[in-house]
Nanobody, 126 residues
Framework: QVQLVESGGGLVQAGGSLRLSCAASGRTFSSYAMGWFRQAPGKEREFVATISWSGGSTYYADSVKGRFTISRHNAKNTVYLQMNSLKPEDTAVYYC???????????????????WGQGTQVTVSS
């Protein structure tokens, strides 16, 4: 079992920055990959970014590449999403998720992740 709790969401103007955090508990944090997804009203939950257990590999959605950075601190059992140059279209509920087994996984779809947090709202005003 893995428990995930996100924090750091809020209201920000376009062009601003936010840093989301996701605190994990349960299984050894350094043994699994982590991802961030987001879901806007009326839309499907979509992939944002993912990071390997060591932090050595990261992948991003094209829509956030160059603006968002995913990182993790295994000693603190926490994964982060630094979001810069925010746009109104980034407005969504952001979820962190744990991927326990990367064997055969693309890392990119919500169906492959095993545990989810409750989400944190990010609103970007124009």
């Amino acid at each position: 079992q893995v428990q995930l709790v996100e924090s750091g969401g809020g209201l920000v103007q376009a062009g601003g920055s936010l840093r989301l955090s996701c605190a994990a508990s349960g299984r050894t944090f350094s043994s699994y990959a982590m991802g961030w997804f987001r879901q806007a009203p009326g839309k499907e939950r979509e992939f944002v970014a993912t990071i390997s257990w060591s932090g050595g590999s990261t992948y991003y959605a094209d829509s956030v590449k160059g603006r968002f950075t995913i990182s993790r601190h295994n000693a603190k059992n926490t994964v982060y999403l630094q979001m810069n140059s925010l746009k109104p279209e980034d407005t969504a509920v952001y979820y962190c998720a744990a991927l326990l087994s990367v064997d055969g996984s693309t890392w990119l779809t919500k169906y492959e992740y095993d545990y989810w947090g409750q989400g944190t709202q990010v609103t970007v005003s124009s």
